[in-house]
């Protein structure tokens, strides 16, 4: 394949994963406007800690398996039955750690502190999120390392139709209240998974190849990343449980609308880190130093303009959808908005440290902004709540971004100018893209 065909090839992967990430986005939208509308902040706080819990253990637990998986797929390494029985492993690792262990601990010891607010039963079916993600995980990490990415942005859409589904019917028909809505989530979930079983039996077609040294093969790359991904929910998660304790459950619905608002500012550059892996780990140097410069700096870019504007008008949307109780949140998403541009640079350099095998480079610096997130949040979130944990997120982010770029250029000989500062021979792939819309525009109205 040539440079050319390359290039479409990764803007035409790139558009399918948008679309998946963008069904993210409005089933995110959809369900935080309607837990919002239908629960009020107290609701929507207890939500959010019954169901994250869940979605963070199977992160840790699932060992970096969900890295591991693509990385060994699109190199080579492993087949994709091998993968897929390692994976089966991890998850039973997973399960039994996750909710097994930990969340009979949670009920003993935290219910009247970090979760104060939300009750047993609650925890305890938002526990059953953690077997659901890990599936959800398995599913697409190996259609990720296939390059299969229609068939995973489906498989997502699925995903995200079923838990509008679930939202409409839980709050709007039956009014269920907080239990019914987490309930009415997982049995949902687990549904919606059928599609995925189906395209992954397609896709490897064979059964799983069960062997100790595959699983100990991934976990030798997993743990890596496991370690990056638990200093990274860290600082992704942890000012939640902060909140609930120094505060209370209403301030964890106010935040979390600030934090998902910052959130969708993420959803074209994960789309982009999700193809850029695979392409960067069987690309040469030079190939993948070029594309990771790219993508670097106009993602950047777009995020600080998108961002800014966004802002000037976040309170009068935020009061207009979500109602005058979470009027707050336009002022913890402006302190945030620093720490979403940092992380997109972030989430972009590390990628190509990881498809270039490095993947413990992310985990030192998430170590570093981990420290960082929990010495922030002590100090700040008991002198100003929601505002407090916004700051200590966005100074953990913009850490992240710095050390992000420091270790991609040791790693890439690349230089910093060409990471962040546009270039006029990038407008050229914006008129490209223009004229291809404009071009469709005229056919369909020819048409």
Known sequence: MNNKSKGKAFLKNTAIVTVGKVSGLVTMTVTAILTARYLGPEGKGQVALAM???MVLAQIFCLGFDQSAPYHIATGILTSKRVLGSWILAFVIACIFSYGVAYPLFARY??????????????????LACPLYLLRLLVNSILHGHEEFFKQSYHNILICTGSIIGALSALVIFHLGPLGYVTTQIILGFASL??????????????????????????????KATLSQIFSLIDLRLDIY???????????GVYTVAAALGNMFWILPDSIAVVLFPRTAAADQEGSRKLTSLLCRNTMWQTIIAGGLFLLISRQVIIFVFGARFSDASTALAFLMPGVVGQVVSRICFTDCSARGFPEKATYSSAITAFLTVALDIYLIP?????????????????????????????????????????????????AAFQKIKARFISQARD
């Open 52 to 54: 994250s819990t869940g």
């Open 242 to 252: 902060v909140v609930n304790y120094f505060t209370d459950v209403s301030l964890v």
């Open 383 to 431: 002198k100003y709540g929601i505002y407090g944990a916004a700051v200590a997120s966005s100074i953990a982010y913009c850490t992240s971004g710095i050390l992000g770029l420091y270790w991609h250029l040791k790693l890439s000989d690349n230089t910093l100018a060409a990471l962040i500062i546009p270039r006029k021979t990038d407008l050229k792939y914006y008129l």
């Open 110 to 127: 935290l219910m009247n502190g970090v979760f104060a607010g939300v009750t047993k039963p609650m925890l305890f079916i938002g526990g």
């Open 194 to 223: 059928a599609y995925g079983f189906f395209v992954l039996a397609q896709v490897i077609r064979g059964t799983p190849i069960f062997s100790l040294s595959d699983w100990f093969k991934m976990f030798r790359y997993g743990y």
